[in-house]
C-alpha cells in the first residue's frame, strides 16, 4: 500500500549527506519507518549502536522505570566540547543563575529534544531514531558547526512503559491489508492505554511532584544541564494539523518572564519555515496553555529555559481516516522530526 511508508530519503533532507558507516534505521530494524510501530527494546537498541559507533555521541542511563526500563539520554556534540564537557557544563548553569558572574568566554547552547511522554502518542518516540540518525550521520560544514555551537540531548522515550503497550497493541491489531477506518480496533487500546506509565501516572504532570522514577531522574538531568530550548512532542486529536507553541497568549503563567514568550514566538518562525518546505499544515496559539509548571513544556519556563509544545494529530495505527483525509504515521514521524 503506498501509503502505509515511506523510504529514508521521504524523511530526510535532500540536501546533505550522510556517513554510511551508520546504520540508517531501514538498515537496523530490517524494516521501513511507519511500516510498524517500534518497541522500546528496538528505540534502546538503535541509540546504544548510536552510541557505540558514532564518535559524536555519548549514551547514559538517567533512571528506570517501574518495570525496568531504562531511560537514557543521547547528548551529541563535537569532539572538542566532550573533552570539556564537566567544564562547559559547570560555565553553562551560570547563565540560569542570577546571583553568579556570567563566564566570559563562550559557551555552547543547550538543546534537549523529548518525545513521548504519553506513551501512546507513537510519532514522537518513532521519530527520535531519525533525530539520532541525523546528528550521528549527517556531514558538512552546517552539522559541525551546529555541533560545534550546541550541546544536543535526545531522550528517546519518556515513557517506556505506557510506549510498550501502545506499540504491542497498534502492533499486534495491524493486518497485511492496511486500512484507515476510523472504526478499526487498532486506534481504540483497551485501558488503561498507552498514555501513562506503569502506575497509570500521567508523567506531563508530574514535574514537579515528582512522584514517579521516571520523574526524578530526567527533573535531576534538567538542572544538571539547564538547557537553553527544551522540545516536547506529542500528540493530539486526529483532525488536528500540527500544532507548536506559542500557546494562548492569555493563558501564561503570570511568573513566566515575558522575555520567555517573545523567544517562543521568535523561534516558531523557524519550526514554519521547516514545515513549510515539507508542505505541513501548522498553527500556535489557538489552544493549549503554558500555566501549570508541572508539565515538560512548561516547566522550563521559570528554570531559565524555553520549552516548546508540539503536538502532531495522531495516527495510533499505520494511516487514518481523518477529517482532513487519509493520514499516514509516516507522515507523522516526517513532521515530528522537521
Not at 559524536?56 to 538517567?62: D, G, P, S
Not at 531504562?70 to 551560570?94: D, R
Not at 528517546?156 to 499486534?172: E, I
Not at 537553553?228 to 511568573?255: A, C, K, Y
Amino acid at each position: 500500500f503506498s501509503l502505509a511508508q515511506e523510504k529514508l530519503n521521504y524523511f530526510l533532507p535532500g540536501d546533505v549527506n550522510y556517513n554510511s558507516g551508520i546504520p540508517t534505521p531501514e538498515q537496523f530494524f530490517k524494516q521501513d519507518l511507519g511500516e510498524w510501530h517500534l518497541t522500546h527494546a528496538q528505540v534502546l537498541s538503535y541509540v546504544q549502536e548510536i552510541a557505540r559507533i558514532s564518535e559524536r555521541a555519548i549514551l547514559y542511563e538517567y533512571a528506570r522505570s517501574y518495570e525496568n526500563k531504562p531511560l537514557v539520554h543521547l547528548l551529541f556534540t563535537s569532539a572538542e566540547n566532550q573533552t570539556n564537557l564537566e567544564k562547559l557544563k559547570a560555565l553553562h548553569v551560570n547563565y540560569s543563575d542570577p546571583k553568579k558572574e556570567l563566564p566570559s568566554e563562550g559557551v555552547p547552547v543547550v538543546v534537549s529534544l523529548t518525545y513521548g511522554v504519553h506513551g501512546n502518542e507513537s510519532s514522537a518516540t518513532n521519530s527520535s531514531v531519525l533525530t539520532a540518525y541525523y546528528l550521528a550521520a549527517a556531514e558538512g560544514e552546517k552539522i559541525d558547526s551546529l555541533l560545534s555551537s550546541t550541546l544536543i540531548i535526545v531522550d528517546p522515550c519518556l515513557n517506556p512503559d505506557g510506549f510498550t503497550r501502545h506499540s504491542t497493541w497498534a502492533n499486534m491489531h495491524q493486518s497485511s491489508v492496511t486500512t484507515g477506518d476510523k472504526n478499526s480496533r487498532q486506534f481504540y487500546e483497551l485501558w488503561p492505554r498507552g498514555r501513562t506509565n506503569h502506575y497509570w501516572f500521567d508523567l506531563n504532570r508530574d514535574y514537579l511532584l515528582l512522584v514517579n522514577p521516571e520523574s526524578r531522574g530526567r527533573v535531576a538531568k534538567f538542572h544538571e544541564w539547564k538547557p537553553n530550548v527544551l522540545t516536547d512532542h506529542h500528540e493530539s486529536s486526529p483532525d488536528f494539523s500540527f500544532f507548536f507553541q506559542p500557546g494562548v497568549p492569555s493563558r501564561i503563567n503570570p511568573l513566566t518572564p515575558e522575555q520567555n514568550h517573545v523567544l517562543t514566538g521568535k523561534i516558531a518562525k523557524y519550526h514554519a519555515s521547516f514545515l513549510d518546505e515539507i508542505g505541513s499544515s501548522y498553527f500556535s496559539e489557538e489552544v493549549f496553555d503554558d500555566y501549570y509548571f508541572g508539565k515538560g513544556s512548561s516547566y522550563p519556563d521559570i528554570n531559565g529555559g524555553v520549552g516548546i509544545l508540539f503536538e502532531q494529530s495522531s495516527i495510533r495505527g499505520r494511516n487514518r481516516e481523518t477529517a482532513n483525509g487519509l493520514k499516514t504515521l509516516s507522515f507523522a514521524i516526517k513532521n515530528q522530526f522537521t
